[in-house]
């Protein structure tokens, strides 16, 4: 092959590249924009519904809470548990070795409450409600539900986007919480195991370690989870497209794309508030 034959081959993989990654951009943008405007109108309902006569249902509220909050209780608590004993097992083998393993309690409470505890319930949340919603909510598109809700004069954001937004920011917390004490439930048993310290006593030393700015932090975590999580599967599941294989793929990029802006935005939260 001739130079100029491998110059023209190589600019011609260069343009693909380019329009391959311009694509992905403008996509990008789109959705996020679609995002902000889907949290905007839910905004708008939330305040303004009721005095249109078009409140946010308050049974849609609590049913949406049930689904992603209160039915996830039981996984939460055993995978926090199950954490904060991973973190006790650790710390106490590797702080053994410099005679400081009471310190463990200072790990566990700080790791759980800023870190682990936000990431694993934003985590599960993503994968069991966020992939529940893009998959309703295209599923109502495809069969065109959706259609029928606005021919008979209901808003979809209102009736469907709202309460699901509302629900995902109050549950996603109260889990993150839970979290916060499982997880240091499950240190306090390994500890009380191993270095047969009792279970006041870690109580105490957690209570004398841990800050109002530590809790907060996990929380402010699980609220900026907690609208990703909405918003990315509201806005796949809005836009499905390509019948049962479209809101396949819908359900898997919800997952995926929500779970990798949870870790990105941990990453920088936690830079953020710890400078």
Same mark, same amino acid.
């Given at each position: 092959?001739?130079?100029?034959?491998?110059?023209?081959?190589?600019?011609?993989?260069?343009?693909?590249?380019?329009?391959?990654?311009?694509?992905?951009?403008?996509? /990008?943008?789109?959705?996020?924009?679609?995002?902000?405007?889907?949290?905007?109108?839910?905004? %708008?309902?939330?305040?303004?519904?009721?005095?249109?006569?078009?409140?946010?249902?308050?049974? $849609?509220?609590?049913?949406? /809470?049930?689904?992603?909050?209160?039915? !996830? @209780?039981?996984?939460?608590?055993?995978?926090?548990?199950?954490?904060?004993?991973?973190?006790?097992?650790?710390?106490? #083998?590797?702080?053994?070795?410099?005679?400081?393993?009471?310190?463990?309690?200072?790990?566990?409470?700080?790791?759980?409450?800023?870190?682990?505890?936000?990431?694993?319930?934003?985590?599960?949340? !993503?994968?069991?409600?966020?992939? /529940?919603?893009? #998959?309703?909510?295209? =599923?109502?598109? *495809?069969?065109?539900? @959706? &259609?029928?809700?606005?021919?008979?004069?209901?808003?979809?954001?209102?009736?469907? /986007? !709202?309460?699901?937004?509302?629900?995902?920011?109050?549950?996603?917390?109260?889990? =993150?919480?839970?979290? &916060?004490?499982?997880?240091?439930?499950?240190?306090?048993?390994?500890?009380?195991? &191993?270095?047969?310290?009792?279970? $006041?006593? %870690?109580?105490?030393?957690?209570? *004398?370690?841990? =800050?109002?700015?530590?809790?907060?932090?996990?929380? @402010?975590? $699980?609220?900026?989870?907690?609208?990703?999580? #909405?918003?990315?599967?509201?806005?796949?599941?809005?836009?499905?497209?390509?019948?049962?294989?479209?809101?396949?793929? #819908?359900?898997?990029?919800?997952?995926?794309?929500?779970?990798?802006? @949870?870790?990105?935005?941990?990453?920088?939260?936690?830079?953020?508030?710890?400078?």
């Amino acid at each position: 092959m001739t130079i100029p034959h491998l110059i023209v081959k190589s600019r011609h993989l260069l343009q693909r590249l380019l329009q391959y990654w311009g694509k992905r951009t403008v996509d /990008a943008v789109v959705e996020t924009g679609y995002m902000f405007s889907l949290l905007t109108e839910s905004g %708008y309902w939330l305040i303004a519904g009721r005095r249109r006569q078009e409140p946010v249902r308050i049974n $849609s509220l609590f049913r949406e /809470a049930m689904q992603i909050g209160v039915n !996830a @209780i039981p996984i939460i608590a055993i995978l926090c548990f199950s954490v904060g004993m991973m973190l006790a097992i650790q710390g106490v #083998a590797q702080l053994k070795r410099f005679g400081a393993e009471s310190e463990v309690i200072l790990g566990i409470a700080w790791s759980v409450t800023r870190e682990f505890s936000p990431l694993i319930v934003g985590i599960l949340i !993503a994968g069991r409600s966020g992939s /529940a919603i893009a #998959a309703r909510i295209g =599923t109502m598109l *495809e069969s065109q539900e @959706i &259609d029928a809700l606005r021919v008979i004069g209901i808003n979809p954001v209102r009736h469907l /986007a !709202a309460p699901i937004l509302i629900a995902t920011l109050l549950m996603v917390p109260c889990l =993150t919480l839970l979290g &916060d004490l499982m997880g240091m439930f499950g240190g306090a048993i390994y500890t009380a195991m &191993d270095l047969q310290m009792p279970l $006041s006593l %870690y109580a105490t030393r957690s209570y *004398e370690i841990l =800050t109002l700015d530590d809790i907060l932090q996990g929380l @402010i975590k $699980s609220g900026l989870f907690a609208l990703l999580i #909405a918003l990315v599967g509201l806005a796949n599941g809005f836009q499905v497209h390509g019948g049962a294989e479209g809101v396949g793929r #819908a359900t898997t990029r919800a997952v995926v794309t929500a779970i990798s802006l @949870i870790v990105i935005t941990d990453m920088l939260v936690t830079y953020l508030l710890t400078r």
